[in-house]
């Protein structure tokens, strides 16, 4: 069995936690996104503010491990990601031009399976890993920083 969690959704609830703890504006702050399981490795989210942010997972790598009887113990999963951010407020922003902020981050992710299938516990860490390359992450000497830590749970829901 596949998972594809929806990303464009997950993304836009986590941009609105972002405001609310940020701001404590409670309002929704995100006003759409595009993504499709389809095309997996991209996304954009439009807030409401005219900002756009586009990502674009540039490497992705997983391993599992499995028990004594073949069955999925533990899942884990490592992306590298482009990261493009434009403010709102159109081509010109007061008088300059608006030029997108890029960054790269990393995105680890492990996951526990218990035997009986119920619930799926995990644990993702987002790191800035600087520059607007992944692939030249920690070259200049710079270390990565964390971003967020998440505890996340899966429950099977029956239809």
Do not use: C, H
Not at 72 to 85: G, K
């Amino acid at each position: 069995m596949s998972v594809v969690a929806d990303r464009g959704y997950n993304q836009a609830e986590l941009e609105k936690a972002l405001i609310r703890t940020v701001r404590g504006v409670s309002s929704s702050s995100v006003l759409s996104y595009e993504w499709a399981a389809t095309n997996p490795n991209d996304l954009r989210v439009t807030m409401t503010d005219g900002s756009k942010k586009e990502i674009k997972v540039t490497k992705r790598a997983t391993e599992n491990s499995l028990n004594d009887d073949n069955d999925l113990t533990m899942l884990t999963s490592s992306e590298f990601q482009r990261v493009t951010q434009e403010k709102g407020g159109g081509e010109l922003l007061n008088n300059v031009p608006n030029v997108p902020d890029i960054s790269a981050r990393r995105v680890l992710t492990k996951w526990k399976i218990p035997n009986d299938g119920t619930v799926v516990e995990g644990m993702e860490i987002i790191y800035d890993v600087g520059g607007a390359d992944p692939m030249m992450a920690g070259m200049a000497g710079g270390k990565p920083t964390i971003l967020s830590k998440s505890r996340l749970t899966l429950t099977r829901v029956n239809n």
